[in-house]
Antibody, heavy 122, light 107 residues
Framework: QVHLVESGGGVVQPGRSLRLSCTAS????????MHWVRQAPGKGLEWVTL??????NTVYAESVRGRFTISRDQNTLFLQMNSLRPEDTALYYC?????????????????WGQGTLVTVSS | DIQMTQSPSSLSASVGDRVTMTCRAS??????LNWYQQKPGKAPKLLIF???DLQGGFPSRFSGSGSGTDFTLTISSLQPEDYATYYC?????????FGPGTKVDIK
C-alpha cells in the first residue's frame, strides 16, 4: 500500500527558509518521479516542482525557480524553500508520478500525501 | 505554458442527476489529460488518466472523454459521495498545469 507522509511545515517569517520532507513507503521509491504541488487556502492546485526517478531531472515552476530546491534520498523526498514570501503560504502536497518523470509527457499523479501547511507571515 | 480552463466553475445537482463538466487546454495536449477529485480537507485523488481511463477504486459512473484541446468528465448518476471539486490537469509538458476546478455541490 502506497503511503506518502509530508512533514516540516510551520509558520515562518518572510525571507526565511524551511525544509519539507515526504517519506514514502509501499513502492520502490527509486523507480518513480515525484512532485510537489501546493494549494493556497481556499484556492486551486498549483504544481511546484518535479524530480525524476534518479534525481537527474528537476523542473520548477517559474514562481519558485531560484528559491526552492527539490531533492530525494533513500525513501524521502525533500523541498528546500528559501527566501519565502507570503504568497508561498499553502498546503504542500507530495505526489507520486505514475512514471519516471525523466522525459515528457509525464504520467498522472497517482498517489498524494495529506499535505503539510506552510504559513509565511511576520 | 499550457493554460487549462474549466467550466462551469461550480454546479448544483441532485442525487441521480447526470453531471457533465468540461476542460479546455490552450494547445493540443493529445490525451495527456487527467482528472482529480478533491473533497474538503482531503488530498486530491486521481480519478481519470489519459483522458478516459478510470483509476482503480472509482465506480464506472465516472467517465472521461476528449482529445486535443477539449475534454469532458461525466458522472452518469450523481451520488452523495461525489460532491467534491474536480480538477483537470495536463501532463503533456512542463510546467504541469491544473484547471481552476469545478465544484459540485448539493442542489
Amino acid at each position: 500500500q502506497v503511503h506518502l507522509v509530508e512533514s516540516g511545515g510551520g509558520v515562518v517569517q518572510p525571507g526565511r527558509s524551511l525544509r519539507l520532507s515526504c517519506t514514502a513507503s509501499g513502492f520502490t521509491f527509486s523507480n518513480y518521479g515525484m512532485h510537489w504541488v501546493r494549494q493556497a487556502p481556499g484556492k486551486g492546485l498549483e504544481w511546484v516542482t518535479l524530480i525524476s526517478h534518479d534525481g537527474s531531472n528537476t523542473v520548477y515552476a517559474e514562481s519558485v525557480r531560484g528559491r526552492f530546491t527539490i531533492s530525494r534520498d533513500q525513501n524521502t523526498l525533500f523541498l528546500q524553500m528559501n527566501s519565502l514570501r507570503p504568497e508561498d503560504t499553502a498546503l504542500y502536497y507530495c505526489a507520486k508520478d505514475r512514471g519516471i518523470s525523466g522525459s515528457y509527457p509525464l504520467g498522472p499523479f497517482n498517489y498524494w500525501g495529506q499535505g503539510t501547511l506552510v504559513t509565511v507571515s511576520s | 505554458d499550457i493554460q487549462m480552463t474549466q467550466s462551469p466553475s461550480s454546479l448544483s445537482a441532485s442525487v441521480g442527476d447526470r453531471v457533465t463538466m468540461t476542460c479546455r487546454a490552450s494547445q493540443n495536449i493529445k490525451d495527456y489529460l487527467n482528472w482529480y477529485q478533491q473533497k474538503p480537507g482531503k488530498a486530491p485523488k486521481l480519478l481519470i488518466f489519459a483522458a478516459s481511463d478510470l483509476q482503480g477504486g472509482f465506480p464506472s459512473r465516472f467517465s472521461g472523454s476528449g482529445s486535443g484541446t477539449d475534454f469532458t468528465l461525466t458522472i452518469s448518476s450523481l451520488q452523495p459521495e461525489d460532491y467534491a471539486t474536480y480538477y483537470c490537469q495536463q501532463s503533456y509538458n512542463v510546467p504541469v498545469t491544473f484547471g481552476p476546478g469545478t465544484k459540485v455541490d448539493i442542489k
